[in-house]
């Protein structure tokens, strides 16, 4: 009996323990294309969620109760589609997202409100559900952080040849935008002065993003243009050139989505040295 409780009680608990994120977007009549004002919406709704692990996500499109069956299902989808794809362009990992249905109308019946008009609106919508993972993945030691830090600093002091290309780890961007996560300033700082002392490298800096459909890039939050691969880059480039480097010895690029990890979407949103040159920086 006692085994049993307790079994009910660990059960309970992780039911508890497993939060669910709810999000709503609304649509024109007859539309699938996310309005303005909506798509705003979503954005500060997907800033809230991207901090955590996320073990699912359902999009389910409806429409009101206008229009054919076969028509209504159609439209639902299309509206379900639209969502899935701004989850993508702003790199959030499409494996996780589990269901992507259209559910066709709501029954008018089921909205407690008067206006007519006012429910059909309410029933153009796209529900989005957010699960996360339990338990939480564990986060990296405070040790394997400050290995992977070495690495790159490391590798920048020892004897370089054209072609050598490595990660700058532990240099990590918000989901969305071409700016640092604070932890990752540091390592970006130590970066920059041994480049600023090692005149003989040239080299490219390699920007990528993740989790965007056909390799293409991300669309960059701030600017609203699909060339976050290169502003990532670009950080990088003025960041560097701002400590001393000379720009004639770097070139940066945008590298889309062209060459995936596979492991932790995170580590795609990432920026990588190619040495093009090792020589004297006249």
Do not use: W
Not at 93 to 110: M, P, R
Not at 141 to 157: G, I, M, S
Not at 196 to 218: M, P, W
Request: hydrophobic share 35%; net charge positive.
């Amino acid at each position: 009996m006692k085994k049993l409780l307790l079994i009910m009680l660990l059960f309970s608990q992780l039911l508890i323990a497993q939060k669910e994120f709810t999000h709503e977007v609304y649509f024109e009549t007859e539309a699938f294309e996310v309005p303005t004002t909506e798509h705003n919406r979503l954005l500060m709704f997907l800033s809230e969620i991207e901090s955590i692990d996320i073990s699912k996500v359902s999009i389910y499109g409806f429409t009101d109760d206008r229009g054919s069956d076969g028509y209504n299902l159609k439209l639902s989808q299309d509206r379900a589609n639209s969502i899935k794809t701004i989850f993508s362009n702003n790199e959030f990992d499409e494996s996780v997202i589990t269901n992507v249905d259209g559910k066709g109308k709501i029954l008018l019946k089921l909205i407690k409100e008067n206006d007519l008009s006012k429910i059909r609106g309410l029933n153009r919508k796209v529900e989005i559900i957010v699960s996360s993972v339990f338990p939480p993945k564990p986060k990296e030691a405070p040790e394997v952080v400050e290995a992977k830090k070495r690495e790159a600093t490391e590798l920048l002091k020892g004897e370089l040849k054209a072609g050598d290309k490595f990660e700058l780890n532990n240099m990590l961007f918000k989901t969305g935008y071409s700016k640092l996560l604070p932890e990752s300033k540091e390592t970006l700082k130590e970066i920059a002065d041994i480049l600023v002392e090692r005149k003989d490298l040239y080299f490219t800096i390699q920007g990528h993003v993740c989790c965007t459909k056909n390799s293409r890039d991300a669309i960059d939050r701030k600017t609203k243009k699909r060339n976050l691969s290169v502003a990532r880059a670009k950080f990088i480039y003025e960041y560097l050139a701002k400590k001393g480097v000379n720009k004639r010895r770097m070139k940066y690029v945008g590298m889309r989505r062209k060459f995936p990890l596979g492991g932790e979407p995170k580590l795609d949103r990432r920026v990588e040295i190619l040495i093009t040159y090792v020589g004297e920086d006249n």
